[in-house]
Protein backbone atom coordinates (compact mmCIF):
# COMPACT_ATOMS: atom_id res chain seq x y z
CA UNK A 1 0.00 0.00 0.00
CA UNK A 2 1.58 3.08 -1.46
CA UNK A 3 5.40 3.85 -0.16
CA UNK A 4 5.87 2.94 3.28
CA UNK A 5 5.30 -0.24 5.96
CA UNK A 6 4.64 0.04 9.81
CA UNK A 7 7.60 -2.43 9.59
CA UNK A 8 10.51 0.06 8.66
CA UNK A 9 11.65 3.41 7.87
CA UNK A 10 9.76 4.29 5.17
CA UNK A 11 11.46 5.33 1.40
CA UNK A 12 10.66 8.41 -0.63
CA UNK A 13 7.74 7.46 -2.45
CA UNK A 14 7.86 6.19 -6.22
CA UNK A 15 8.94 8.87 -8.31
CA UNK A 16 9.78 11.60 -5.68
CA UNK A 17 13.96 11.91 -6.65
CA UNK A 18 15.52 12.90 -2.75
CA UNK A 19 18.53 15.00 -4.61
CA UNK A 20 15.62 17.09 -5.66
CA UNK A 21 13.53 19.21 -3.65
CA UNK A 22 13.44 22.95 -5.20
CA UNK A 23 12.20 21.11 -8.67
CA UNK A 24 9.53 18.97 -6.74
CA UNK A 25 8.39 21.97 -5.04
CA UNK A 26 7.89 23.76 -8.09
CA UNK A 27 6.57 21.70 -10.12
CA UNK A 28 3.96 21.10 -7.41
CA UNK A 29 3.38 24.83 -6.85
CA UNK A 30 2.67 24.99 -10.60
CA UNK A 31 0.07 22.16 -10.64
CA UNK A 32 -1.68 22.85 -7.09
CA UNK A 33 -1.52 26.53 -7.47
CA UNK A 34 -5.00 28.68 -6.18
CA UNK A 35 -3.53 31.86 -6.90
CA UNK A 36 -6.16 34.30 -8.45
CA UNK A 37 -8.97 31.88 -8.23
CA UNK A 38 -10.92 33.94 -6.01
CA UNK A 39 -9.71 37.31 -7.29
CA UNK A 40 -6.77 39.35 -6.42
CA UNK A 41 -7.89 40.69 -3.27
CA UNK A 42 -8.63 37.24 -1.40
CA UNK A 43 -7.25 36.96 1.87
CA UNK A 44 -9.04 33.62 2.93
CA UNK A 45 -7.77 30.74 0.61
CA UNK A 46 -9.29 27.40 1.21
CA UNK A 47 -11.28 28.91 3.55
CA UNK A 48 -13.52 30.00 0.12
CA UNK A 49 -14.56 26.33 0.06
CA UNK A 50 -16.19 26.90 3.44
CA UNK A 51 -19.64 28.52 3.27
CA UNK A 52 -22.99 28.68 4.22
CA UNK A 53 -24.21 25.27 3.02
CA UNK A 54 -21.04 23.21 4.55
CA UNK A 55 -21.94 24.96 7.88
CA UNK A 56 -25.24 23.67 7.59
CA UNK A 57 -24.35 20.41 6.45
CA UNK A 58 -21.84 19.89 9.46
CA UNK A 59 -24.16 21.91 11.76
CA UNK A 60 -26.81 18.73 11.04
CA UNK A 61 -24.12 16.03 12.05
CA UNK A 62 -24.74 16.74 15.61
CA UNK A 63 -26.67 14.12 17.09
CA UNK A 64 -26.09 13.17 20.36
CA UNK A 65 -24.58 16.67 22.10
CA UNK A 66 -21.59 15.07 22.77
CA UNK A 67 -18.47 17.49 22.59
CA UNK A 68 -14.55 16.91 22.52
CA UNK A 69 -11.71 19.51 22.93
CA UNK A 70 -9.29 18.83 20.37
CA UNK A 71 -6.56 21.20 22.12
CA UNK A 72 -3.11 20.79 24.25
CA UNK A 73 -3.20 22.19 27.02
CA UNK A 74 -1.21 26.12 27.34
CA UNK A 75 1.48 25.67 30.07
CA UNK A 76 4.78 25.71 30.90
CA UNK A 77 4.70 21.75 30.62
CA UNK A 78 4.55 21.93 27.07
CA UNK A 79 6.64 20.55 24.36
CA UNK A 80 8.41 23.53 23.16
CA UNK A 81 12.09 23.61 23.73
CA UNK A 82 13.13 26.98 22.34
CA UNK A 83 13.46 26.28 18.90
CA UNK A 84 13.13 29.73 17.00
CA UNK A 85 12.49 31.34 20.12
CA UNK A 86 9.50 29.34 20.54
CA UNK A 87 9.06 28.19 24.36
CA UNK A 88 5.95 27.23 26.54
CA UNK A 89 3.15 29.58 28.01
CA UNK A 90 4.43 31.37 30.97
CA UNK A 91 1.28 31.87 33.01
CA UNK A 92 1.76 34.77 35.83
CA UNK A 93 -0.99 35.88 38.54
CA UNK A 94 -1.63 39.53 38.52
CA UNK A 95 -4.08 39.27 41.15
CA UNK A 96 -4.93 36.55 43.85
CA UNK A 97 -7.26 34.95 46.77
CA UNK A 98 -4.36 35.98 48.98
CA UNK A 99 -4.75 39.51 47.90
CA UNK A 100 -8.43 39.74 48.21
CA UNK A 101 -8.15 37.89 51.66
CA UNK A 102 -5.77 40.67 52.92
CA UNK A 103 -7.93 43.47 51.48
CA UNK A 104 -5.47 44.96 49.18
CA UNK A 105 -7.10 45.34 46.60
CA UNK A 106 -8.83 48.50 46.58
CA UNK A 107 -12.52 47.22 46.15
CA UNK A 108 -15.42 48.11 48.17
CA UNK A 109 -17.94 46.70 50.61
CA UNK A 110 -15.65 42.95 50.69
CA UNK A 111 -15.57 42.10 46.44
CA UNK A 112 -12.59 40.59 45.55
CA UNK A 113 -11.19 38.93 42.46
CA UNK A 114 -8.54 37.14 40.56
CA UNK A 115 -6.42 38.43 37.25
CA UNK A 116 -3.74 36.77 35.38
CA UNK A 117 -1.62 37.46 32.07
CA UNK A 118 -0.43 34.79 29.92
CA UNK A 119 3.51 35.12 27.96
CA UNK A 120 3.67 32.68 24.72
CA UNK A 121 4.32 32.24 21.28
CA UNK A 122 1.36 32.20 19.08
CA UNK A 123 2.21 28.65 17.85
CA UNK A 124 3.06 27.03 21.41
CA UNK A 125 0.98 24.74 21.43
CA UNK A 126 -2.68 23.60 19.23
CA UNK A 127 -2.99 26.37 16.28
CA UNK A 128 -3.63 27.39 13.05
CA UNK A 129 -0.84 28.09 10.66
CA UNK A 130 -2.18 31.30 8.90
CA UNK A 131 -1.42 32.48 4.98
CA UNK A 132 1.08 34.39 5.85
CA UNK A 133 3.37 32.35 7.62
CA UNK A 134 5.01 30.12 4.85
CA UNK A 135 6.42 31.56 1.67
CA UNK A 136 7.47 30.17 -1.28
CA UNK A 137 10.83 32.51 -3.02
CA UNK A 138 9.76 35.18 -1.47
CA UNK A 139 6.46 35.28 -2.19
CA UNK A 140 2.77 34.63 -0.90
CA UNK A 141 -0.59 33.42 -0.81
CA UNK A 142 -1.93 34.66 -4.17
CA UNK A 143 1.39 35.71 -6.03
CA UNK A 144 1.52 38.69 -3.41
CA UNK A 145 5.31 39.82 -2.45
CA UNK A 146 6.18 37.98 1.02
CA UNK A 147 7.48 42.06 2.16
CA UNK A 148 4.04 43.43 1.41
CA UNK A 149 2.07 41.24 3.33
CA UNK A 150 4.46 40.43 6.46
CA UNK A 151 6.55 43.16 7.91
CA UNK A 152 7.60 44.73 11.75
CA UNK A 153 3.69 45.13 12.59
CA UNK A 154 2.76 41.81 10.93
CA UNK A 155 0.75 40.60 8.86
CA UNK A 156 -1.79 43.53 7.81
CA UNK A 157 -3.15 41.35 4.75
CA UNK A 158 -3.96 38.07 5.37
CA UNK A 159 -3.54 38.26 9.42
CA UNK A 160 -5.14 35.34 11.05
CA UNK A 161 -8.02 37.66 12.60
CA UNK A 162 -9.10 37.45 8.86
CA UNK A 163 -10.08 33.79 9.25
CA UNK A 164 -11.58 34.44 12.76
CA UNK A 165 -15.31 34.25 11.90
CA UNK A 166 -15.06 31.19 9.40
CA UNK A 167 -13.55 27.93 10.72
CA UNK A 168 -16.93 25.81 11.55
CA UNK A 169 -18.49 22.99 9.14
CA UNK A 170 -18.40 19.59 8.62
CA UNK A 171 -14.94 17.69 10.43
CA UNK A 172 -14.06 14.46 9.36
CA UNK A 173 -11.84 12.38 11.45
CA UNK A 174 -9.20 9.77 9.49
CA UNK A 175 -7.49 7.68 12.15
CA UNK A 176 -4.56 6.97 9.78
CA UNK A 177 -2.88 5.46 13.01
CA UNK A 178 -5.89 2.94 13.57
CA UNK A 179 -6.51 1.98 10.42
CA UNK A 180 -2.41 1.43 8.72
CA UNK A 181 -0.84 1.66 12.21
CA UNK A 182 0.27 -0.79 14.84
CA UNK A 183 -1.78 -0.52 18.07
CA UNK A 184 -2.83 2.88 16.74
CA UNK A 185 0.37 4.45 15.91
CA UNK A 186 2.64 5.18 13.34
CA UNK A 187 6.59 5.04 13.51
CA UNK A 188 8.31 8.31 13.02
CA UNK A 189 9.37 8.88 9.67
CA UNK A 190 6.21 7.44 8.56
CA UNK A 191 4.72 9.26 5.07
CA UNK A 192 0.96 8.96 4.73
CA UNK A 193 0.90 9.20 1.02
CA UNK A 194 -2.88 9.73 -0.82
CA UNK A 195 -3.26 5.61 -1.19
CA UNK A 196 -2.33 5.89 2.76
CA UNK A 197 -6.04 7.97 3.48
CA UNK A 198 -8.12 5.95 0.97
CA UNK A 199 -7.32 2.95 2.67
CA UNK A 200 -8.23 4.74 5.82
CA UNK A 201 -11.31 6.42 4.32
CA UNK A 202 -12.78 3.11 3.21
CA UNK A 203 -11.94 1.41 6.06
CA UNK A 204 -13.72 3.66 8.54
CA UNK A 205 -17.18 3.66 5.81
CA UNK A 206 -18.91 6.48 4.23
CA UNK A 207 -18.92 8.98 7.19
CA UNK A 208 -15.24 9.17 6.41
CA UNK A 209 -15.89 10.53 3.08
CA UNK A 210 -13.75 13.80 2.35
CA UNK A 211 -14.60 16.89 -0.37
CA UNK A 212 -15.13 20.26 -0.50
CA UNK A 213 -15.48 22.23 2.62
CA UNK A 214 -14.55 19.61 4.77
CA UNK A 215 -12.05 20.60 7.81
CA UNK A 216 -9.80 17.11 8.09
CA UNK A 217 -8.10 15.63 10.99
CA UNK A 218 -5.48 13.33 10.69
CA UNK A 219 -4.39 11.61 13.73
CA UNK A 220 -1.43 9.56 13.35
CA UNK A 221 -0.62 8.20 16.93
CA UNK A 222 2.38 10.81 17.72
CA UNK A 223 0.66 12.80 20.68
CA UNK A 224 -0.34 9.29 21.93
CA UNK A 225 3.43 7.87 21.82
CA UNK A 226 4.59 11.67 23.11
CA UNK A 227 2.10 11.33 26.54
CA UNK A 228 3.21 7.72 26.97
CA UNK A 229 6.76 8.91 27.21
CA UNK A 230 5.62 11.63 29.78
CA UNK A 231 3.75 9.25 31.80
CA UNK A 232 6.89 6.53 31.77
CA UNK A 233 9.52 9.76 32.91
CA UNK A 234 11.14 10.32 29.44
CA UNK A 235 9.62 13.71 28.84
CA UNK A 236 8.20 15.30 25.70
CA UNK A 237 11.58 14.07 23.74
CA UNK A 238 11.34 15.45 20.33
CA UNK A 239 7.81 15.61 19.85
CA UNK A 240 8.77 19.38 18.92
CA UNK A 241 10.82 19.67 15.69
CA UNK A 242 11.80 15.94 16.06
CA UNK A 243 11.53 12.70 13.35
CA UNK A 244 7.70 11.92 13.38
CA UNK A 245 5.14 10.40 10.75
CA UNK A 246 3.17 12.75 8.57
CA UNK A 247 1.52 13.99 5.47
CA UNK A 248 3.75 12.95 2.21
CA UNK A 249 4.73 15.55 0.32
CA UNK A 250 3.05 13.83 -2.60
CA UNK A 251 -0.20 14.44 -1.24
CA UNK A 252 0.12 17.84 -2.50
CA UNK A 253 -2.35 17.02 -5.14
CA UNK A 254 -4.49 15.29 -2.94
CA UNK A 255 -4.69 18.00 -0.84
CA UNK A 256 -5.39 20.68 -3.64
CA UNK A 257 -7.70 18.26 -5.91
CA UNK A 258 -10.27 17.39 -2.85
CA UNK A 259 -10.76 21.10 -2.34
CA UNK A 260 -10.70 20.44 1.98
CA UNK A 261 -11.20 23.97 4.03
CA UNK A 262 -8.31 22.77 5.93
CA UNK A 263 -6.62 20.02 7.81
CA UNK A 264 -5.28 19.76 11.28
CA UNK A 265 -2.79 16.89 12.88
CA UNK A 266 -1.70 15.37 16.23
CA UNK A 267 1.47 16.39 15.12
CA UNK A 268 4.01 19.42 15.21
CA UNK A 269 4.97 19.69 11.65
CA UNK A 270 1.83 17.96 9.94
CA UNK A 271 3.83 16.66 6.78
CA UNK A 272 6.68 13.70 7.72
CA UNK A 273 10.09 14.23 9.71
CA UNK A 274 12.63 13.70 8.64
CA UNK A 275 10.97 15.53 5.37
CA UNK A 276 11.38 12.66 2.06
CA UNK A 277 14.52 15.06 0.30
CA UNK A 278 18.10 14.93 1.45
CA UNK A 279 17.95 18.53 2.06
CA UNK A 280 14.76 20.18 3.10
CA UNK A 281 12.79 22.06 5.51
CA UNK A 282 8.83 21.27 5.31
CA UNK A 283 8.98 21.38 1.69
CA UNK A 284 4.75 20.36 2.06
CA UNK A 285 4.41 23.73 3.54
CA UNK A 286 5.76 25.70 1.23
CA UNK A 287 3.25 23.94 -1.30
CA UNK A 288 0.14 24.24 0.92
CA UNK A 289 0.02 27.03 2.23
CA UNK A 290 1.68 30.01 -0.14
CA UNK A 291 0.30 28.55 -2.96
CA UNK A 292 -2.69 26.17 -2.30
CA UNK A 293 -3.51 28.42 -0.26
CA UNK A 294 -4.96 26.09 2.42
CA UNK A 295 -5.10 26.45 6.21
CA UNK A 296 -2.74 24.13 8.43
CA UNK A 297 -3.44 23.15 12.21
CA UNK A 298 -0.82 21.37 14.24
CA UNK A 299 -0.80 19.80 17.79
CA UNK A 300 -4.10 18.84 17.53
CA UNK A 301 -4.73 16.58 20.11
CA UNK A 302 -7.28 13.79 18.38
CA UNK A 303 -7.04 11.07 20.65
CA UNK A 304 -10.61 11.29 22.62
CA UNK A 305 -12.47 12.12 19.50
CA UNK A 306 -11.01 9.16 17.81
CA UNK A 307 -11.43 6.74 20.40
CA UNK A 308 -15.26 7.64 20.55
CA UNK A 309 -15.25 7.54 16.51
CA UNK A 310 -14.35 3.95 16.87
CA UNK A 311 -16.82 2.96 19.04
CA UNK A 312 -19.73 4.28 17.24
CA UNK A 313 -18.30 3.91 13.53
CA UNK A 314 -19.02 7.86 12.60
CA UNK A 315 -16.06 9.43 11.81
CA UNK A 316 -17.44 13.22 10.81
CA UNK A 317 -19.03 15.82 13.31
CA UNK A 318 -19.80 19.51 13.60
CA UNK A 319 -16.46 21.07 14.43
CA UNK A 320 -16.10 24.93 15.05
CA UNK A 321 -12.48 25.87 15.88
CA UNK A 322 -12.08 29.50 15.35
CA UNK A 323 -8.17 31.03 15.73
CA UNK A 324 -7.66 33.57 18.42
CA UNK A 325 -8.15 37.17 16.17
CA UNK A 326 -4.70 38.61 16.82
CA UNK A 327 -4.30 41.72 14.38
CA UNK A 328 -1.39 40.30 12.06
CA UNK A 329 -0.67 37.37 13.27
CA UNK A 330 0.30 34.72 10.88
CA UNK A 331 -0.61 31.90 13.35
CA UNK A 332 -2.82 31.77 16.68
CA UNK A 333 -3.63 29.46 19.05
CA UNK A 334 -7.35 27.53 19.15
CA UNK A 335 -9.50 25.22 21.15
CA UNK A 336 -11.40 23.16 18.41
CA UNK A 337 -14.23 21.55 19.54
CA UNK A 338 -15.53 18.49 17.79
CA UNK A 339 -19.48 18.26 18.51
CA UNK A 340 -21.23 14.50 17.54
Not at 164 to 169: N, T
Not at 226 to 238: F, S, V, Y
Not at 302 to 311: E, N
Not at 322 to 332: F, I
Amino acid sequence: MGCATVEGVPHSPEGLDRTDPEGAVAAAAKRCSNWGRWGADDVLGTLNFLDEAKRLEGARLVRRGVSFSLSQSFDMDGPQKGWRRRTNPVHTMLDTGTDAERGVQGFPHGIGGADDVIAMPLQASTQWDGLGHIFDHGMAWNGRRAGDVVTSDGDRVTGIETAAAHIAGRGVLLDVGRAIGTDGELPDGFAITAEHLAATIAAQGETARVGRGDLLLVRTGRLTRARRDIAEGRGWGDYAGGDSPGLSFTTADWLHDTEIAGIATDTWGFEVRPNEFDVAFQPLHQVCIPNIGLFLGEMWDLDALAADCAVDGVWDFFLTAAPLPVTGAVGAPVNPIAVK
